[in-house]
Protein backbone atom coordinates (compact mmCIF):
# COMPACT_ATOMS: atom_id res chain seq x y z
CA UNK A 1 0.00 0.00 0.00
CA UNK A 2 1.27 3.39 -0.75
CA UNK A 3 2.57 5.98 2.21
CA UNK A 4 3.63 9.50 3.02
CA UNK A 5 5.51 10.57 5.53
CA UNK A 6 5.86 13.93 6.90
CA UNK A 7 8.35 13.95 9.43
CA UNK A 8 8.19 17.62 10.66
CA UNK A 9 4.85 19.17 12.17
CA UNK A 10 6.07 21.86 11.76
CA UNK A 11 9.09 24.36 10.21
CA UNK A 12 9.95 27.70 11.31
CA UNK A 13 11.61 30.18 9.44
CA UNK A 14 12.57 33.50 9.15
CA UNK A 15 11.33 35.81 6.02
CA UNK A 16 13.98 36.08 3.66
CA UNK A 17 15.52 32.31 4.42
CA UNK A 18 15.38 29.64 2.47
CA UNK A 19 12.73 27.00 3.24
CA UNK A 20 12.12 23.00 3.47
CA UNK A 21 9.49 21.34 3.83
CA UNK A 22 10.24 17.45 4.16
CA UNK A 23 8.21 14.24 2.46
CA UNK A 24 9.02 10.83 1.70
CA UNK A 25 6.88 8.15 0.30
CA UNK A 26 6.38 4.62 -0.35
CA UNK A 27 4.76 2.76 -3.34
CA UNK A 28 5.00 -0.28 -5.08
CA UNK A 29 5.01 1.09 -8.85
CA UNK A 30 6.02 4.72 -9.65
CA UNK A 31 4.77 7.39 -7.66
CA UNK A 32 2.63 10.38 -8.89
CA UNK A 33 3.75 12.93 -6.03
CA UNK A 34 1.57 16.47 -5.02
CA UNK A 35 2.24 19.07 -3.09
CA UNK A 36 -0.94 21.39 -1.52
CA UNK A 37 -1.32 23.90 0.73
CA UNK A 38 -3.90 24.81 3.22
CA UNK A 39 -5.15 27.98 4.65
CA UNK A 40 -7.26 28.29 8.13
CA UNK A 41 -10.63 26.88 7.60
CA UNK A 42 -10.04 26.56 3.52
CA UNK A 43 -10.11 23.63 1.32
CA UNK A 44 -6.66 22.48 -0.54
CA UNK A 45 -4.43 24.58 -3.18
CA UNK A 46 -2.62 23.18 -5.38
CA UNK A 47 0.82 23.67 -5.64
CA UNK A 48 2.83 21.30 -7.85
CA UNK A 49 3.01 18.08 -8.74
CA UNK A 50 5.81 15.15 -10.31
CA UNK A 51 4.17 12.82 -12.84
CA UNK A 52 7.52 12.05 -14.97
CA UNK A 53 10.61 13.99 -16.54
CA UNK A 54 12.72 16.85 -14.74
CA UNK A 55 12.80 15.64 -10.95
CA UNK A 56 12.90 19.63 -10.29
CA UNK A 57 9.19 20.33 -10.31
CA UNK A 58 8.89 24.55 -10.26
CA UNK A 59 5.01 25.22 -9.13
CA UNK A 60 3.25 28.25 -7.85
CA UNK A 61 4.10 31.17 -5.83
CA UNK A 62 8.22 30.53 -6.19
CA UNK A 63 7.89 27.34 -4.39
CA UNK A 64 9.36 23.88 -5.96
CA UNK A 65 10.09 20.72 -4.98
CA UNK A 66 12.99 17.85 -5.92
CA UNK A 67 11.91 14.36 -6.58
CA UNK A 68 14.52 11.87 -5.58
CA UNK A 69 14.21 8.20 -6.46
CA UNK A 70 16.92 6.59 -4.40
CA UNK A 71 16.00 8.65 -1.73
CA UNK A 72 12.09 8.19 -2.75
CA UNK A 73 11.55 11.96 -1.47
CA UNK A 74 9.81 14.75 -2.78
CA UNK A 75 10.85 17.87 -0.94
CA UNK A 76 9.60 21.41 -0.90
CA UNK A 77 11.30 23.93 -1.11
CA UNK A 78 11.17 27.44 -1.80
CA UNK A 79 14.45 29.83 -1.69
CA UNK A 80 13.13 32.82 -0.10
CA UNK A 81 10.35 32.42 2.60
CA UNK A 82 7.50 34.99 2.92
CA UNK A 83 5.29 35.61 6.48
CA UNK A 84 2.26 34.87 4.10
CA UNK A 85 3.79 31.52 3.40
CA UNK A 86 2.51 29.99 6.68
CA UNK A 87 0.18 27.89 6.12
CA UNK A 88 -0.48 23.83 6.53
CA UNK A 89 1.67 21.93 3.88
CA UNK A 90 0.37 18.27 2.73
CA UNK A 91 2.41 15.71 0.71
CA UNK A 92 0.42 13.40 -1.53
CA UNK A 93 1.13 10.19 -3.69
CA UNK A 94 -0.74 7.98 -5.59
CA UNK A 95 0.47 4.66 -7.29
CA UNK A 96 0.38 4.05 -10.55
CA UNK A 97 0.18 0.47 -10.08
CA UNK A 98 -2.75 0.87 -8.20
CA UNK A 99 -6.23 -0.02 -9.91
CA UNK A 100 -9.67 1.28 -9.37
CA UNK A 101 -9.85 4.96 -8.66
CA UNK A 102 -6.17 5.41 -7.71
CA UNK A 103 -6.69 6.75 -4.66
CA UNK A 104 -4.59 9.76 -3.65
CA UNK A 105 -2.96 9.41 0.13
CA UNK A 106 -1.65 12.47 2.12
CA UNK A 107 0.68 12.52 4.75
CA UNK A 108 -0.34 14.32 8.03
CA UNK A 109 0.77 17.86 7.13
CA UNK A 110 3.39 20.44 8.12
CA UNK A 111 2.76 23.70 9.60
CA UNK A 112 4.99 26.04 8.41
CA UNK A 113 5.64 29.63 10.14
CA UNK A 114 7.72 32.03 8.66
CA UNK A 115 8.37 35.12 11.30
CA UNK A 116 9.01 38.73 10.16
CA UNK B 1 -6.70 26.48 -12.11
CA UNK B 2 -9.67 24.41 -11.95
CA UNK B 3 -12.20 26.12 -9.34
CA UNK B 4 -14.52 23.66 -7.56
CA UNK B 5 -17.25 25.24 -5.12
CA UNK B 6 -18.58 23.64 -2.20
CA UNK B 7 -22.13 24.86 -0.52
CA UNK B 8 -23.00 25.86 2.29
CA UNK B 9 -19.52 26.71 3.69
CA UNK B 10 -20.79 26.40 7.56
CA UNK B 11 -23.91 24.47 8.62
CA UNK B 12 -25.51 24.36 12.04
CA UNK B 13 -27.51 21.65 12.64
CA UNK B 14 -29.98 19.46 15.71
CA UNK B 15 -29.32 16.49 16.19
CA UNK B 16 -31.06 13.74 13.67
CA UNK B 17 -31.71 16.10 11.24
CA UNK B 18 -30.27 15.85 7.78
CA UNK B 19 -27.72 17.64 6.47
CA UNK B 20 -26.89 18.07 2.36
CA UNK B 21 -23.23 19.40 1.13
CA UNK B 22 -23.05 20.43 -2.73
CA UNK B 23 -20.23 19.85 -4.95
CA UNK B 24 -19.49 21.84 -8.13
CA UNK B 25 -16.46 21.68 -10.91
CA UNK B 26 -17.17 25.28 -12.04
CA UNK B 27 -14.81 24.99 -15.08
CA UNK B 28 -14.06 21.84 -15.94
CA UNK B 29 -16.06 18.68 -16.04
CA UNK B 30 -14.97 16.21 -13.13
CA UNK B 31 -15.03 12.47 -13.83
CA UNK B 32 -13.96 11.07 -10.28
CA UNK B 33 -15.07 13.41 -7.69
CA UNK B 34 -14.12 12.86 -3.73
CA UNK B 35 -15.07 13.09 0.11
CA UNK B 36 -12.90 14.00 3.05
CA UNK B 37 -13.34 14.69 6.29
CA UNK B 38 -10.47 16.40 8.63
CA UNK B 39 -10.33 16.92 11.89
CA UNK B 40 -9.04 19.40 13.98
CA UNK B 41 -5.28 19.39 13.55
CA UNK B 42 -4.82 16.75 11.38
CA UNK B 43 -4.39 14.75 7.85
CA UNK B 44 -7.59 14.75 5.24
CA UNK B 45 -9.25 11.28 5.76
CA UNK B 46 -10.99 10.14 2.42
CA UNK B 47 -14.53 8.79 2.92
CA UNK B 48 -15.54 8.22 -0.86
CA UNK B 49 -14.91 8.04 -4.07
CA UNK B 50 -17.40 7.95 -7.21
CA UNK B 51 -17.19 8.45 -10.25
CA UNK B 52 -20.44 10.18 -12.46
CA UNK B 53 -23.53 8.13 -12.95
CA UNK B 54 -21.81 5.04 -10.81
CA UNK B 55 -22.19 4.13 -7.57
CA UNK B 56 -19.66 5.77 -4.94
CA UNK B 57 -16.93 3.17 -3.05
CA UNK B 58 -16.54 3.95 0.34
CA UNK B 59 -13.40 3.97 2.21
CA UNK B 60 -13.53 0.87 5.20
CA UNK B 61 -15.22 2.19 8.24
CA UNK B 62 -17.25 4.76 6.47
CA UNK B 63 -21.11 4.31 7.33
CA UNK B 64 -22.99 4.43 3.22
CA UNK B 65 -25.97 4.45 4.68
CA UNK B 66 -25.16 7.46 6.88
CA UNK B 67 -23.06 9.04 4.22
CA UNK B 68 -24.98 9.11 1.34
CA UNK B 69 -23.10 10.37 -2.22
CA UNK B 70 -24.81 11.03 -5.38
CA UNK B 71 -22.59 11.91 -8.31
CA UNK B 72 -25.62 12.90 -10.68
CA UNK B 73 -23.57 14.73 -13.40
CA UNK B 74 -19.64 15.61 -14.55
CA UNK B 75 -19.68 19.09 -12.82
CA UNK B 76 -22.16 17.89 -9.29
CA UNK B 77 -21.93 15.53 -6.71
CA UNK B 78 -23.68 16.08 -3.31
CA UNK B 79 -23.20 14.33 0.36
CA UNK B 80 -25.78 13.89 2.58
CA UNK B 81 -25.32 13.62 6.42
CA UNK B 82 -28.32 11.73 7.36
CA UNK B 83 -29.82 11.74 11.09
CA UNK B 84 -26.21 13.52 12.09
CA UNK B 85 -25.11 13.17 15.77
CA UNK B 86 -22.56 15.65 17.47
CA UNK B 87 -19.45 12.84 16.44
CA UNK B 88 -20.44 14.35 12.77
CA UNK B 89 -18.87 17.41 13.43
CA UNK B 90 -16.50 18.18 11.61
CA UNK B 91 -14.47 19.56 8.08
CA UNK B 92 -15.74 18.53 4.92
CA UNK B 93 -13.84 19.08 2.00
CA UNK B 94 -14.48 17.77 -1.59
CA UNK B 95 -12.26 16.97 -4.29
CA UNK B 96 -12.69 16.85 -8.30
CA UNK B 97 -10.50 15.68 -10.84
CA UNK B 98 -10.93 15.47 -14.73
CA UNK B 99 -9.60 12.59 -16.82
CA UNK B 100 -5.98 10.91 -16.49
CA UNK B 101 -5.52 9.47 -12.89
CA UNK B 102 -2.28 11.27 -13.01
CA UNK B 103 -4.01 14.89 -13.01
CA UNK B 104 -4.23 16.93 -9.99
CA UNK B 105 -7.47 16.89 -7.61
CA UNK B 106 -8.55 20.19 -7.00
CA UNK B 107 -10.21 21.13 -3.87
CA UNK B 108 -13.50 22.61 -2.85
CA UNK B 109 -13.42 25.50 0.29
CA UNK B 110 -14.30 22.90 2.61
CA UNK B 111 -17.83 22.99 4.68
CA UNK B 112 -17.52 23.15 8.80
CA UNK B 113 -20.56 21.22 10.00
CA UNK B 114 -21.41 21.54 14.05
CA UNK B 115 -23.98 19.50 14.82
CA UNK B 116 -25.88 20.43 18.10
Known amino acids: AQSVAQPEDQVNVAEGNPLTVKCTYSVSGNPYLFWYVQYPNRGLQFLLK??????LVKGSYGFEAEFNKSQTSFHLKKPSALVSDSALYFCAVRDSMNTGFQKLVFGTGTRLLVSP | GAVVSQHPSRVICKSGTSVKIECRSL??????MFWYRQFPKQSLMLMATSNEGSKATYEQGVEKDKFLINHASLTLSTLTVTSAHPEDSSFYIC????????????FGPGTRLTVL
Open chain 2, 95 to 106: SARAGKVYNEQF
Open chain 2, 27 to 32: DFQATT
Open chain 1, 50 to 55: YITGDN
